[in-house]
Nanobody, 124 residues
Framework: QVYLVESGAGLVQAGGPLRLSCAAS????????MGWFRRSPWNGREFVAA????????YYADSVKGRCTISRDNAKNTVYLQMSRLKPEDTAVYYC?????????????????WGQGTQVTVSA
């Protein structure tokens, strides 16, 4: 069992930034692909961003491309999601997720472990 713990929840005004963090308990974090999904009442659970084991490859949903950056620090077993120019439609519960393996994935069915989620609310 790998435990993923998100942090960085907050209420932010539209246009502002926010950084989410996710700490993993996994020992071999460097061979663990990571991702972020979000769930909102109007969109259900949707893919946000993913990163491969080294951080050298990333992928973003069109809805956040250019406004979000996913990164990781393997020495700290942590992955980050830096968000900027936030919009009210970014309001959601954000989930950190991970999968054993080197590559990145965009389908939630390909992830093994999930955090509890952290609430991001963007006010207009």
């Amino acid at each position: 069992q790998v435990y993923l713990v998100e942090s960085g929840a907050g209420l932010v005004q539209a246009g502002g930034p926010l950084r989410l963090s996710c700490a993993a308990s996994r020992r071999s974090f460097s061979v663990y692909g990571m991702g972020w999904f979000r769930r909102s009442p109007w969109n259900g659970r949707e893919f946000v961003a993913a990163i491969n084991w080294s951080g050298g490859s990333t992928y973003y949903a069109d809805s956040v491309k250019g406004r979000c950056t996913i990164s990781r620090d393997n020495a700290k077993n942590t992955v980050y999601l830096q968000m900027s120019r936030l919009k009210p439609e970014d309001t959601a519960v954000y989930y950190c997720t991970g999968r054993a393996g080197l590559g990145l994935r965009v389908s939630r069915n390909e992830y093994d472990d999930w955090g509890q989620g952290t609430q991001v609310t963007v006010s207009a």
